[in-house]
């Protein structure tokens, strides 16, 4: 629970845990909410396995405590009857697989939930500090969407790091950081692209990607934040969102100085 009369970070104590929580009931698995800390971590393992030894980087560490967690769940028999962790194992079986396949997807899952918390996080803070939208999300439920689709163009909640298997420089793996924030405001594709317009129209912003390569999670997310913002500003009135210090979520750069002249 959250503490009562007393403040807490939006993100690391409320938003994070609970679609951590979240996630580890639609596996149907009883995990700790302290793991969630972990699945934070998760967001570089892929990257972590390719550049580093097992005691390198705090993400091999978090993928092994969810592992574990995980497979104490499975070897016990604790698991719901309808959740995705027995679907896993299940494909397991039908196609021969080894049981890492359930274990590594469910960590993976468990990982998305930390972006989903993130982008829960901003959505909360961006609207509770702005009377006009508060309302707006309060009294007009086809705004909300729009609402929030603004403040995840604007706001991209995930990391965007990819691994360059070669350096044009070095010749060597690179890892490459990316402004997705950037592109979201292109003006070419979002007039006045600096503020927010819940009316906007014109191409999908690219804070999940797009194509063959846009996020597993992201109808989850945004039927994840559909139903749960609208829930949780009417049950938090009363509450106060204080800026304490720059609030620092996953995307490693929200936006980036343009070139200079020639």
Do not use: W
């Amino acid at each position: 629970g959250l503490p009562v009369a007393r403040s807490f970070d939006l993100n690391g104590d409320f938003a994070r845990p609970l679609s951590f929580l979240l996630a580890a009931e639609l596996l149907g698995v009883t995990l700790q909410p302290d793991l969630c800390h972990q699945a934070a971590e998760i967001g570089v393992v892929q990257i972590a396995q390719e550049l580093a030894p097992e005691d390198k980087l705090p993400a091999y560490r978090a993928l092994q405590s969810l592992h574990r967690a995980l497979h104490g769940c499975v070897e016990s028999g604790v698991l719901e009857p309808d959740g995705l962790m027995r679907r896993f194992l299940e494909i397991e079986d039908e196609h021969g697989l080894d049981r890492d396949f359930s274990l590594m997807s469910a960590a993976n899952f468990l990982a998305g939930s930390v972006t989903l918390g993130t982008a829960m996080a901003l959505c909360l803070d961006r609207i509770t500090k702005s009377e006009e939208l508060t309302l707006l999300a309060r009294t007009i439920d086809h705004m909300l969407p729009a609402i929030v689709e603004e403040i995840l163009r604007l706001y991209p909640p995930a990391r965007n790091i990819r691994l360059m298997t070669r350096s044009a420089e070095t010749a060597e793996p690179e890892l490459l950081f990316f402004s997705v924030a950037r592109a979201n405001t292109d003006p070419a594709a979002f007039p006045k692209p600096e503020e927010m317009a819940c009316d906007r129209v014109g191409p999908p912003h690219l804070s999940f990607g797009s194509g063959t390569h846009i996020c597993d999670g992201v109808r989850l997310v945004r039927l994840t934040l559909k139903v749960a913002v609208p829930e949780i500003l009417n049950r938090m009135q009363g509450l106060e969102v204080r800026e304490t210090g720059p609030m620092k979520f996953a995307a490693c750069f929200d936006r980036l100085a343009p070139p200079p002249a020639q």
